[in-house]
Each structure stands twice: as C-alpha cells, then as structure tokens.
C-alpha cells in the first residue's frame, strides 16, 4: 500500500482520491500495471467519442476521443483507472502515440474535412513534455491526411504548468502547422488566469464541476461564475466548451450565458466508433443508437 500511495502522490494530490477509489487492493494495481503492457499490442485499447454542440442551433461541431481498455476479463476500464498507471510506467507515451493517430485516421474516415467538424484529443502531460512532442503530432497528421486545422488538442492546467517554456514553444509551434489547443478542465487548477495570458488557446473547456451545480442551491453563484469565464475566454478570442451539460435547464442558462458549445450527456454520451458514427448524419437525442458504456 506504501508503494502504491507513494506513485499516486506523486503526480498530484488529486489523483489519490481517483487511484483509492478506482483500484482498491495495490495487488491489484500490479496486475494492471502488467496487463497493460501488453495491452496495445493485444488491440484491447478502443477510443469512443462524444459529440461537441453548438449550443445555438445545435448543430454537431465535433467529436471529442476518449480512451477506454476492454479488458479480457475485467471488461470496459476507464482511463481514470488506468491512465495514472499509464503515466507511472510511461507507458502513456507509445498509447499517447496510437490515441492521436486512431483519432485522426477516424476523422478522415468520417470525412470531417468535407464536413467542417474536429476531432478533439486529450494529451497527457508526459506527452507534452518530450521535446519531440510536436514532431509526433505532424507524423500523425501527414499518415493519416488530416489537415491539422481540423486537430483540436486538449491540455490540462497542470500540464502546461510543468514547464511553461517548453509549452509556449510547443503551443506556438503546434499553432504555426495549424493544430488547434484547447485548456481542458479550465477553473480546477491553481494558475488558470496566468496560463491563459502566456498561451495563445483557441478554446476553453470549462470543467464539469461548475455544470452541476447550475442546478443546486449554488446555482446563483455558479451561473455569475460560469458567465464571467465565458465572456472572459470570448474577450480573449476562444471559444467555449461547456463539459458535463446533463439537462435542458443546464443547456438553456448556459445559451442565455453565452457559450459556444456544450458537451455532456444531454446530448450525446462518449459511443463506440460503431454507435458515434449515427451522430454524423444528425441522429436526434432520444433516437440515438444503444450505448454500450
Ligand atoms: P476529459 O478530457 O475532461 O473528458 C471528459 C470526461 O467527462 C469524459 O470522461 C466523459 O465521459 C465525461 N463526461 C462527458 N459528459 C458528461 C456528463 O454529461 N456527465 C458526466 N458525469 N460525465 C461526462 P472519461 O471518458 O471517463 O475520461 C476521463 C478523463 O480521462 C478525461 O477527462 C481525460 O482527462 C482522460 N482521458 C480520456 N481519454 C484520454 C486519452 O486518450 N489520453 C489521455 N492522456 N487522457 C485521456
Ligand atoms: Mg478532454
Ligand atoms: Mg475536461
Ligand atoms: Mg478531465
């Protein structure tokens, strides 16, 4: 148990709660270390996708991959589960690698140039640490042909903070060959306002946390909250993604706010490629294809 608590503090006081709840014995935390290993060669990694929305119009403005291990015997594991013993073994590095690339091959698949849309991946921290970081990316935008205006990459508060020089110059960098970059999980960090003066985002995704309590007693709070950062990110030129929207009451405060896109299970859960391809032609809520979660 030492062990395991020592690796999980490591990378954050937050993740102690996420690896306590989500892997209970440290034995069992060995023998997902040692599955994973092997994982990606098995095929056992999927990616699904969430739809991103216009919250005026609603139409699709893209997909968001989210990673998933189908696991032999254990069945669906969520990254938050695996992706901190990802992290820990540095095995996120090569998994990292094949997310972008599937995502952009999917994105052609999908034709999302023809129809305007982008696909969204997450980047771990260690990813955006390598110094050839971006060089990755340009090899998964050239192997698959996606044109990397239609690329969004997410990153973390966290992430950038590490080492801000080095994000600087790979955000500058990843903007020069037209990739897009988004701060995921926007107002649960420590130096979110300085991070957004030193990188030029095109998008900010506010965290899930504030989407709840649109509707709790903390509403009045939360909704003089959530429009001040909207209208913040827009004075900056970003757009604004609204995560973890579950209801009508949340999407319509969220309109009257001003946000550009939602993303939540209102409007569409993460799918596998087979389910989330229906989204493409306008399926409507309540028509959708089976989720298998
Ligand atoms: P994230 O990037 O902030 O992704 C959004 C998470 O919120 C997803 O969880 C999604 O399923 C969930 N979500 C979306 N809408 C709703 C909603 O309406 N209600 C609720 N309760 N949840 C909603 P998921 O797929 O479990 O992913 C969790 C986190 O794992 C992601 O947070 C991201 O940080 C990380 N992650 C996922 N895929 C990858 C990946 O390919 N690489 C890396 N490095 N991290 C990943
Ligand atoms: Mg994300
Ligand atoms: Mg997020
Ligand atoms: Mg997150």
Redesign the pocket.
Known sequence: ADLAMYRVKRSGGNQVLHFESAMGEPGDRQLLERDLRGALDRQELRLHY?GRYAVRGGALAGF????RWEHPERGLI???TF?PVAEDTRL?LPI?EW?LREACAQAVRWAFPQRGLCMS????PLQFDLPHFVDTVRAALRATGLPARHLIL?ITESLVMRDLERAQSHVTELKALGVQIAM??FGTGYSSLSMLESLPFDQLKVD?SFTRHLNTDRQPRVTALMGAMIQLAQTLNMTVTV????DDSQRDRLRDLGCDHI????LAR?LPPEAAKYLLTGAVPGDEPPTRH
Request: proline letters at 10%.
């Open positions: 969430q968001e991959a989210l990673i969520p990254p938050v992706i996120i990292g997310v991946v997450n980047v771990s997410e995921d999980d899930r995560e973890g929207v579950e993303q939540g299970f209102l993460p």
